[in-house]
């Protein structure tokens, strides 16, 4: 057997699975195979035999990892789910990170380690990149909801741009909520109104 | 009220109910608790966020718990099934071309005889049968191998494959499995995409089968015993509010929400009904205790039904099932459940234990106080299981 750790790398995206794979090849020089179709995963993996097994937490289709974990024939090497054990915390920042990673039955935890270290740092620029994402969406959303309540005022009440931000602003400190909040019951009531 | 907040991890299903409900109709608040419920997109990811001790408490298939006790599956921490949530309200359903083959055979659609829908899949299946579940540790699994085994189908020609509920349906317009056996909506939700047919429900098999728990971990129910308690109130509460006809609008249009299962309140209403679709054909059927949250101790943790999980977990898994169903017993806390309960004037069974499969009509039996009333309980074949038998 070759002393090369082998590790699949199930990922969908293109990019980041090259960006997965660049950083583990930095690492050391491992035999990594990524599978972008989740078709029959179980299948393809056990196909593969591979040491260790990394997928984003969030993937629905972890659950059917699960079934290599009930290996039956003696040939077949069952994996676990890493727990930590002698390499500590590494577990819980891997779920933090939002990596898991599945290991097969007796290897060495020294071995894993550089491996999980490198998903983990991975993982948590995707994870920041994501809130990042959904911040600047939301951001995005709530200044539409704004610019229309505004609208509707200007034009309701005949007032400036700046009068009708105003008068929502202290709508929302009268009422304790936030300008996007009473934006949104203006656009709301108004929709209601026809 | 300032209260407790306590995370919970929940797959969308309609048996996750009873905690939504908690925390939606106030019942989590009364006992000064805020249920922080998190959606997750894995079974395997609720129970690593209650293994790591991201979340304190979890919606959970029966088994799992077992299973982990076992020393099954990728995580092994103790849990706790320190409630049941649910029993029954699985579908099993087939792809429209096997619908199809079983009509041709003269098969009618009663969604009731298990026998007669096995034995008709037993004849137009001639090779295998690719047949999806939502995890390896569930109930639909357990429901699925007794009902073939027991009807002499090898497991050769089962091709068991896990499949994440929400994306069954998918899975079936694809091709890549005849059948699968999920829990509500997700059945019904592939009737309406007109991608299967429901061929029984899950209550078919065994009328009274434990289908998921509230679980929490072992030392965190030791430490933190209080609020273990407040939380199982609160989530019998839910279950017994749940069980009254009148909520069930109400909570159709909860569930149906964006942030829970975002899908129409309408599918949902069919399983509290327990009035399914059968097929995109429009046919419908009545089934009684098609999904119980509270009735006939539904949520009593019985340690006996944990008994009767480890035992077959074990003989599928090559382990010795007497010591299997020692440990199976212990995770269910009946003793816990006891103590939270005892203050809202539940009544409670005698023994934390019974036979499984022995109630052929509803009955009555005398309790710790006064009587309970518990509802039919047999398997298809009509076996009965003793736990207390090697």
Redesign the interface.
């Known amino acids: 057997m070759s002393d090369r750790l082998s590790i699949v790398v199930v990922e969908k995206d293109r990019d980041r699975a090259i960006q997965i794979v660049d950083a583990l090849k930095v690492t050391d020089d491992y035999d990594i195979f990524v599978i972008a179709d989740e078709r029959g995963l179980a299948r393809q993996i056990a196909a593969r035999a591979p040491d260790i097994v990394l997928i984003d937490i969030d993937n629905p289709s972890r659950d059917t990892l699960e079934e290599l974990t009930l290996a039956s024939g003696p040939l077949e090497r069952p994996v676990a789910m890493f727990v930590g054990g002698q390499a500590g915390g590494l577990a819980t920042a891997a779920i933090e990170a939002g990596v898991s990673a599945y290991v097969v039955d007796g290897l060495l935890p020294d071995r894993i380690k550089p491996v999980l270290d490198t998903a983990i740092a991975r993982f948590q620029v995707f994870r920041r990149m994501r809130t990042e994402l959904a911040e600047t969406r939301k951001a995005l959303e709530e200044r539409k909801v704004i610019d229309r309540a505004k609208g509707m005022l200007m034009k309701a009440r005949n007032l400036s741009e700046e009068q009708a931000y105003a008068l929502l602003r202290k709508a929302a400190m009268d009422q304790g909520k936030k300008v996007v909040e009473v934006a949104e019951a203006l656009v709301t009531a108004a929709r209601l109104l026809g | 009220m300032k209260t407790v907040t306590l995370s919970a991890a929940y797959i969308p299903l309609v048996d996750a109910a009873p905690l939504i409900v908690a925390q939606e109709m106030g019942f989590a608040e009364a006992e000064g608790l805020t249920l922080d419920l998190i959606r997750a ?5 609720v129970r ?2 209650l293994a ?1 001790g ?1 979340v304190d408490a979890a919606h959970l298939l029966s088994p799992v718990p077992v299973a982990m006790a076992l020393g ?4 092994t921490t103790r849990l706790a099934a320190v409630s049941v949530l649910s029993v029954n309200g699985d579908v099993i359903c087939v792809s429209t071309a096997l619908a199809d083959k079983l009509r041709e055979t003269g098969f009618a659609f009663d969604f009731a005889d298990a026998t007669a829908a096995g034995e008709a899949l037993s004849r137009v299946v001639t090779d295998t049968l690719r047949i999806g579940v ?4 569930s109930m639909q699994v357990e429901l699925l191998m007794y009902w073939l085994t027991a009807l002499g189908m090898p497991r050769s020609r089962l091709d068991v ?4 509920p ?2 069954m349906a998918q899975a079936l317009a ?1 091709g ?1 499995i005849d059948a699968f056996c999920v829990g509500e909506p997700w059945g019904s939700i592939a009737v309406e995409q007109g991608f299967g047919a429901l061929l029984l429900p899950g209550s078919a098999i065994w009328a009274f089968s434990p289908e998921k728990v509230l679980a929490v971990r072992e030392d965190w129910a030791e430490t933190e015993p209080h609020l273990t308690d407040r939380l199982i109130r609160a989530v019998w509460r839910a279950g017994q509010w749940l069980s009254r006809p009148d909520s069930r609008i109400t909570a159709s249009e909860i569930l149906s929400r964006r942030h829970y299962l975002d899908v129409p309140a309408e599918v949902i209403d069919r399983s509290f009904e327990g009035r399914l679709v059968l097929s995109p054909r429009g046919e419908q059927r009545a089934v009684p205790q098609f999904q119980v949250f509270h009735d006939g101790l539904a949520t009593f943790p019985w340690r006996s039904q944990a008994a009767w999980i480890a035992r077959q977990l074990a003989l599928r ?1 090559g382990l010795n099932p007497q010591s299997a169903m020692h440990a199976g017993r212990g995770v269910y806390r009946s003793d816990l459940y006891r103590r939270a309960v005892r203050s809202l004037g539940a009544d409670l069974p005698g023994a934390s234990e019974k036979l499984e499969g022995a109630i052929a009509a509803p009955v009555t039996q005398a309790a710790v106080e006064g009587s309970v009333h518990l509802m039919k309980d047999l398997f298809f074949d009509g076996r009965i299981f003793d736990p207390g038998q090697p």
Not at chain 2, 41 to 45: I, L, R, V
């Open positions: 997109p894995s079974w395997s990811s690593d966020m790591f991201r099954l599956g990728g995580v939502p995890f390896p540790f494959r896990t499949i994440p929400p994306l694809a890549e898994a």
